[in-house]
Structure formats: C-alpha cells, structure tokens
C-alpha cells in the first residue's frame, strides 16, 4: 500500500468527484462520446458511485465518483479495487488529502499466504495533489499496514516468541532499547499473573518492553494486549467465538503502530512500549475459575472466568508502566464484547479520568476520521467487582457493564500517572467497506498520533 500514492506521473486518468449538480459540467469537459455513455449507463452521481469513461481505443479517458453528500469520509477507499491498473489525479475533491488517505487505506490487501501469481498484478494508483505531505502519510500508512498484517497472521505462525520478535525489528530499526522476560522468569521478576495465563500453553509467556527517545522528555507509555490466540481457557469458548481469536493480540498490534508513528515522526518523548504476549491455552496447569491469584501491585485478584484473561495480563503490565510515574500511559484491548455490543466493530470506546486529554482524543479523531467514543468510569459499578474472598473479583457480577467494569478492574492498577486512557477496541473490519478490507484493522491510532503530536509538538 506504500506505493500506491505517488508524487508524480506522467498523463494521469482524472478521477472527477461529481454530484447530481456537478455531473454536467465535469462532461462539458469531456469529449461528447462521455456524456452518451454516462446516459447509456443511467449514471446520476450518486454518493459512492463509480463510473469508468472508456476512451476511443478501450482505454480508460476519465473516472467519475459520486461525492455527494456522503456521511463516509473514506468513501474514496473504494476506488483502488473498482478500478484498472493505471495512474489516477483527483479533481474537485472536497478533502483532496482525505481522498488520498482512504484511496491508500482502501490499496491494502493481505496476501503473505497466496501464490505468488495471486494478486501480484499491477494496479492502480494514485498521484497525489501539491501539498499532501507524502512522507508523513506513508509513516501513517505503514503503521495501519503493519497492525493489519500482525492481526491478520494466523496463530500457528504468529505466538508470543513471534510477537516478541516483530517488536524487536521496530525497536531495532528506531534504535530503541528492548528486552524481554520469558516463562519463569517472570516469576522471578513479579509478574504473576501474566505467567498464570499463559503457562498453560506450549509457547512460553513474556513480557516485551522497549523503551525510545530522551529521557529528559515526557514519558509516555503504552500497553497492548498480546494474547496470540485465546480458547478461553478452562471456560473454553464455542468453536463459533473462537474463530477470530488470532485477533486477541490487536491491541499490541495496534499499539506497535502508534510506536511506530511515534519513533518515525520524532516526537519529543521518552516512549516506553509494553506487551505482555500469551495463548490462553487449555492443560493440566491451566488457571482456573476460582483461584486467587497476585498480581505486581500486591492485590489478590479472584478469578471469576479464565476467558477474561486480558485484564490480567494487562494489569501486570500496567503496574510496571505505572512506577515510573509517567506523563501517560495509553492502553489498548481487545477486551470485551460488550464495547461490540454498545458501539459497533467500527467506533472505539475509549475511558479516562482526564477530560482534557478526552477531548484532545475526540477532536483529533473527528479530524482525521478514526472515530472513538469516550465512555464512563461509573465508579458505582465498582460494586460488581467485589470478591468475598480477595481484594477483587477480575469480572463483574451479571451481564451488565461489561466494557466499564472492565476499565474499572484496570483502573485500579493504575495510581501516579499523570493521565491514563484505556481503548477498548476491535482490532478487526467484519466485513469490507470502502478503505477497509476484511480482517485485521488499525483503530483508534491515527486519533491517539494526532493527539500526541498537538501535546507534544516537535
């Protein structure tokens, strides 16, 4: 997808936004034969509409895109799979730099398991106009790409020791310093819960930690939820919810394209990333519902359903995050369905006590079209999360508020950062629209990358 905006070309097709007002005059300056195709085909402009303009020798002489009044402002994603191999310009876009951005998001497609004679044809692209910051927009684009590739990687390929290693390849290539702590050494270097979900399987356990940039700078921290894949332990999920499950590990996939962002663009802060990477797996060393388990921050956690096991994990690694007393720290899950369930697979529940930084998230995200929701901390339903027998029970009494008790059951790891901000997020397109294939997805990180350049400005 990185080649598919170009900042030049020679005789590039015009790609014309046209409207039912518009329509006229856009074939006004095409030759005649235009205007009887676009009648021969009842074209009307209609938003999302595409209309190719065949030239006198069976070529492509103009595109004609139905603009309109469209509520999608990455309607234009659609264009790159409905069109011929070729070179393309935008004329009389709205957001000429959104067009180019969603035309970009719309090129991706994964293919590392196809023949090598599938999909390798040429396709097309885009030139994009004077002023689109063509750098900056492949920095944006390789991070959306990369998220999308870790997510879409099927388990058998991808566990924690893989995980590991691609986080290794981007600290390597920013000059971040990395380490990893793996099986019962984490343990030896506290963190218990992390090893409790993840001993079960054959793939050992780790926590990865990298850390970037000047240490004179604010730091800033984030965590991402590794689970490689999740049965759902000794509450084992139905074959029907367990398809999707190499998806668990989205948050840390969309958290190392945030770092990504981060590192390319030089933000001025000290950048520390944090993944504990497990599989949820069934065996006689499974944890199970019932046990009481440690956790780094010294609170007994009663396990209340072993197919919670994110929170857990998190909870380690959000402890540690937290002893440094950092500016921020940012997490990112896959953590409940309940978010699904109140906000659909495409907008992102995000929670944090910081209305500043909540507004900072909410106005970049409408800006660059990632669209998140900032949901409550109700500190009522902490209620839910009362154990007879521990210091909290890991999920909440009834099938209410799961998303919230949640971040409630997080928020209690987390004391003297300056703010934290939890997304509970999707991690995946259930089915293809315009800009966004099926499969793995990028959310919430464009949003969360336009906040922090406007906080930390460089």
Not at 147 to 166: C, K, M, V
Not at 221 to 230: A, Q, Y
Not at 300 to 320: C, F, H, K, Q, W
């Amino acid at each position: 997808m990185f080649d598919s905006l170009l900042a030049s070309a020679e005789a590039p097709v015009a790609i014309h936004a046209v409207d039912a007002d518009r329509l006229e005059q856009v074939l006004s300056l095409l030759p005649a034969a235009a205007g009887r195709w676009v009648k021969a085909n009842g074209y009307t402009g209609s938003p999302g509409s595409i209309l190719i303009v065949p030239d006198a020798e069976g070529g492509v002489a103009a595109v004609l895109f139905g603009e309109g009044d469209t509520s999608d402002p990455h309607a234009a994603g659609a264009l790159p799979k409905a069109l011929p191999a070729g070179t393309y310009r935008l004329e009389g876009f709205a957001d000429p730099d959104m067009a180019c951005l969603a035309f970009a998001l719309g090129s991706y497609a994964y293919r590392a398991y196809k023949s090598k004679s599938d999909g390798d044809e040429d396709r097309a692209r885009l030139v994009v106009p004077k002023g689109f910051d063509l750098t900056a927009a492949k920095f944006e684009l390789e991070a959306v790409a990369l998220a999308r590739d870790l997510i879409n990687t099927p388990a058998n390929d991808f566990g924690p020791e893989e995980l590991a290693a691609a986080a290794r390849q981007l600290a390597e290539r920013f000059g971040a310093t990395f380490k990893v702590t793996v099986g019962e050494a984490l343990l030896e270097h506290n963190f218990p819960m992390i090893h409790a979900v993840g001993k079960a399987s054959t793939r050992a356990p780790r926590l990865i930690d990298f850390s970037w940039g000047d240490l004179s700078h604010p730091r800033v921290t984030l965590v991402g939820k590794g689970v490689c894949f999740d049965t759902g332990g000794l509450d084992i999920k139905p074959s029907s919810s367990m398809l999707l499950m190499k998806k668990d590990m989205g948050g840390a996939a969309n958290v190392l394209g945030l770092a990504l962002m981060i590192m390319a663009s030089n933000l001025p802060i000290h950048l520390r990333v944090l993944i504990p990477a497990v599989e949820n797996s069934i065996s006689g060393n499974a944890f199970r519902p019932g046990d009481i388990l440690p956790s780094r921050k010294g609170i007994s956690v009663e396990i209340g359903n072993t197919d919670a096991e994110g929170r857990l994990v998190l909870a380690d690694a959000l402890a540690l995050a937290d002893e440094e007393n950092p500016d921020l720290i940012i997490d990112m899950a896959t953590l409940t369905g309940a978010a699904r369930v109140a906000l659909g697979p495409q907008v992102m529940p995000f929670y944090t006590d910081d209305d500043g930084f909540a507004d900072a998230v909410s106005g970049a995200a409408d800006q660059v079209a990632d669209p998140v929701w900032r949901m409550p901390l109700w500190k009522p339903y902490s209620k839910m999360l009362e154990s007879k027998v521990a210091d909290i029970n890991h999920v909440s009494t009834g099938g209410f508020a799961g998303s919230i008790t949640a971040a409630l059951f997080l928020s209690r790891f987390v004391e003297n950062a300056g703010t934290w901000a939890h997304f509970d997020i999707f991690g995946w397109t259930p089915s293809a629209r315009p800009g966004h294939p099926e499969g793995g997805e990028a959310q919430a990180i464009r949003a969360l990358f336009a906040a922090l350049s406007n906080r930390y400005p460089a």
